[in-house]
């Protein structure tokens, strides 16, 4: 995987929402929760998991 990892506030700023947004997602469990990887006690994520993951919610939210 040659992905760059995206701290809270890299993907805050990519995304433009405010970090209490992220850390909400991050609370959330189950299948449709917002893909993360733990490293340590840090949160990271992957740009285009988390791109494709904002996709399939956009999509769930249209068909609903």
Do not use: C, H
């Amino acid at each position: 995987m040659d992905q760059k990892l995206l701290t809270v506030d890299e993907l805050a700023e990519t995304l433009k929402v405010p970090r209490s947004w992220i850390y909400t997602r991050t609370r959330q469990t189950g299948p449709d929760s917002i893909p993360r990887v733990r490293v340590g006690r840090y949160l990271r994520f992957y740009e285009g998991e988390v791109m494709e993951w904002l996709r399939e919610q956009n999509q769930a939210g249209a068909a609903a």
